[in-house]
């Protein structure tokens, strides 16, 4: 068994949680490759160590004052260095940190260092090796991720390594120039990591006891998930379910390596696993709710839109022009919607409507806007007959009105259309139907 862990800026904030995490690994001796992210937030009137670098670094740039900034972040890792107990110094690296700032060594740079220097602190806190992501995880020239070079230089790297620490977050292009992830990328780290060395399971602990059915600042106490296919995991991840980086599922799923997301303050508890397929059947005959708010519906009306070949591509092409993606596209015989993130269609609005009409020539051109998509997710829901009635029917019951419902073929998933206003309420309505009612 061999297992490759990933542990949050919350689960590495403190010395305390520090104890926490070596708790954790040491119980189990097949945890041998650890990838920690930045000290998140102590509480939360905290700051996390990621944010005061960028602020850092912003200060340098505008030729500002940003000793006293620089002062909290060393603070910070002083503080878990002198909690753990530890005979380290860090001032070398601050004093690195502080030249390269002061060279303009670029933002990336800036926001990787948190997870460099607690990746030090934990390999002497643990006696593990430590590796430098920036020797292994690989981009171009452009910055553009190299999957295939980094898994490479991953595995020949960890291949006599028994155990190591790994940063998350960040790499480097052949010129040794640092590039970052998108924000919370230490998870993309450890599916890299896992995918290279073949591990068995990989090990995502934070601050809940992984997926639950619905967010919890919408549905009070709502259930757990113990099983999720990846599947899933996208439509979920890409609606706004937050407890993984979307991108952080590639990886393992293609080598087929199941993921755990599990609680630091709560190592008991059996999280949720992750897989490529499952025979057990979920609770209920959905698996997740998620949605996010901010979209717009343009609605294209002509008689005899079917009859029009390549009506729809010409449509389509009027976005792409203006660099806006689509996110739905539900029509009928007469009649084509797009629907569109808000705040990026606002801007070019106008450009938008005149193009459809110069591309397709329609009767009427409709704009709905402060709309909000929810996506219905299970694999139950394809042996499940009257999924979509009965969330018509809850929906209903809420007086909510339905603005638009899409149901991808696959039958993994429904996505609803509802104003702003009724976005929590119909999540609540939604909820209640399928899970309250069930238990």
């Known amino acids: 068994m061999k297992k490759v862990v990933k542990f949050g800026g919350s689960s590495l904030a403190s010395a305390r949680q520090f104890k926490k995490v070596k708790s954790i690994i040491t119980a189990d001796k097949t945890r041998s490759y650890v990838v920690p992210s930045a000290p998140g937030k102590r509480d939360g009137k905290d700051t996390k160590v990621t944010d005061l670098l960028y602020q850092c670094y912003e200060a340098v740039s505008a030729d500002q004052s940003y000793k006293r900034i620089l002062e909290q972040i060393k603070k910070r890792f002083y503080d878990i260095i002198n909690g753990l107990d530890l005979n380290l110094n860090l001032d070398f690296e601050f004093d690195k940190i502080e030249e390269n700032f002061l060279q303009k060594a670029g933002a990336d740079y800036a926001a990787s260092r948190g997870e460099y220097l607690n990746g030090i602190i934990m390999a002497h806190y643990l006696n593990f090796p430590f590796v430098d992501a920036a020797d292994v995880i690989c981009f171009d020239e452009n910055g553009c991720f190299l999957p295939e070079e980094t898994n490479a230089e991953l595995a020949a790297h960890l291949k006599s390594m028994k155990q190591a620490i790994i940063p998350g977050f960040y790499g480097a292009k052949p010129d040794g120039t640092i590039v970052t992830f998108s924000r919370g990328g230490s998870d993309i780290t450890g599916s890299l990591v896992a995918r290279a060395l073949h591990a068995d399971i990989y090990e995502n602990w934070t601050d809940v006891s992984g997926f639950l059915v619905a967010d919890p600042r919408i549905i009070r106490n709502p259930v757990p998930i113990e099983t999720i296919t990846y599947r899933e995991l996208r439509e979920l991840s890409y609606m706004g379910a937050s407890v993984l980086h979307e991108d952080a599922i590639f990886p393992v799923r293609k080598a087929g390596i199941p993921i755990n997301i599990k609680n630091t303050n709560r190592p008991e508890d059996p999280g949720t696993m992750i897989v490529e397929s499952t025979s057990k059947k979920s609770l209920y005959t959905i698996t997740g709710i998620a949605g996010k708010?901010?979209?717009?519906?343009?609605?294209?009306?002509?008689?005899?839109?079917?009859?029009?070949?390549?009506?729809?591509?010409?449509?389509?092409?009027?976005?792409?022009?203006?660099?806006?993606?689509?996110?739905?596209?539900?029509?009928?015989?007469?009649?084509?919607?797009?629907?569109?993130?808000?705040?990026?269609?606002?801007?070019?609005?106008?450009?938008?409507?005149?193009?459809?009409?110069?591309?397709?020539?329609?009767?009427?051109?409709?704009?709905?806007?402060?709309?909000?998509?929810?996506?219905?997710?299970?694999?139950?829901?394809?042996?499940?007959?009257?999924?979509?009635?009965?969330?018509?029917?809850?929906?209903?019951?809420?007086?909510?009105?339905?603005?638009?419902?899409?149901?991808?073929?696959?039958?993994?998933?429904?996505?609803?259309?509802?104003?702003?206003?009724?976005?929590?309420?119909?999540?609540?309505?939604?909820?209640?139907?399928?899970?309250?009612?069930?238990?």
Not at 308 to 322: C, H, T, Y
Not at 348 to 364: F, N, T
Not at 366 to 377: F, K, M, R
Not at 383 to 405: D, E, P, Q
């Open 293 to 439: 708010k901010g979209f717009c519906s343009i609605i294209i009306d002509k008689a005899m839109m079917n009859t029009e070949i390549g009506f729809g591509r010409k449509v389509l092409e009027v976005f792409e022009r203006n660099q806006i993606s689509f996110e739905h596209m539900p029509s009928g015989i007469d009649t084509m919607t797009v629907f569109v993130h808000q705040d990026e269609f606002q801007e070019k609005e106008q450009a938008v409507i005149s193009g459809i009409h110069r591309a397709v020539h329609p009767d009427v051109i409709d704009l709905e806007s402060d709309l909000a998509l929810i996506a219905v997710v299970g694999r139950g829901m394809k042996a499940n007959r009257g999924t979509a009635a009965r969330i018509f029917a809850a929906l209903s019951h809420a007086k909510i009105n339905v603005k638009m419902i899409d149901q991808g073929s696959s039958e993994l998933n429904v996505i609803i259309g509802v104003q702003n206003e009724d976005f929590e309420g119909a999540i609540r309505a939604i909820y209640d139907i399928f899970v309250t009612t069930a238990l």
